[in-house]
T-cell receptor, first 114, second 113 residues
């Protein structure tokens, strides 16, 4: 049963610390998405990649957030420095670059910044 | 730009009753449409998808949705609610060839015993 995996599942850190979240997309999928979910804003798209190249990161605060795909089996989302307002659940999703474009979500990383 | 509107942020039904969750979309081209379900502390799970092959789409857990182009709607239904259906449901539309999904704000479904 192919699934998207994310690590860590939970992260508590202090303001100012660096946070790195990792995602392993489903094998064979060539698009990867990063989302953030909060009660206030709902589900927000932060960035996405096709064939490891960033296509759109307009949803991401550029000064502190960065997203990369070092290889086809790993995507990372980094926050440096972290702030309390970054507390949220971060989801990774993967899919194929051909229609109908459904996405498969990981279980999420719950980040708490104190 | 495409958009999705889910009518009702919170829907409550009795166990055994009909479930109806409403979704309207805006799109200038034939869309791909999706329903996702999110259980507490979990990621979003694909329930079903519309890809123009058939207007009535059946998904997992007894859910189905009907695409109505004239009404730009894609409402989700289930004939008889179970307690295990309590979750948040998201409607989404594919933004053309860009692969991005545009999500609705979600509808929280509560099942009363």
């Amino acid at each position: 049963d192919a699934r998207v995996t994310q690590t860590p599942r939970h992260k508590v850190t202090e303001m100012g610390q660096e946070v790195t979240m990792r995602c392993q997309p489903i094998l064979g999928h060539n698009t990867v998405f990063w989302y953030r979910q909060t009660m206030m804003q709902g589900l927000e798209l932060l960035a996405y990649f096709r064939n490891r190249a960033p296509l759109d990161d307009s949803g991401m605060p550029k000064d502190r957030f960065s997203a990369e795909m070092p290889d086809a089996t790993l995507a990372t989302l980094k926050i440096q420095p972290s702030e309390p307002r970054d507390s949220a659940v971060y989801f990774c999703a993967s899919g194929l670059a051909s229609g109908p474009y459904e996405q498969y979500f990981g279980p999420g990383t719950r980040l708490t910044v104190t | 730009a495409q958009s999705v509107t889910q009518l009702g942020s919170h829907v409550s039904v009795s166990e055994g009753a009909l479930v109806l969750l409403r979704c309207n979309y805006s799109s200038s081209v034939p869309p791909y449409l999706f329903w996702y379900v999110q259980y507490p502390n979990q990621g979003l799970q694909l329930l079903l998808k519309y890809t123009s092959a058939a207007t009535l789409v059946k998904g997992i857990n007894g859910f189905e949705a009907e695409f109505k182009k004239s009404e730009t709607s894609f409402h989700l239904t289930k004939p008889s609610a179970h307690m295990s259906d309590a979750a948040e449901y998201f409607c989404a539309v594919s933004e053309g060839g860009a692969q991005k999904l545009v999500f609705g704000q979600g509808t929280r479904l509560t099942i009363n015993p």
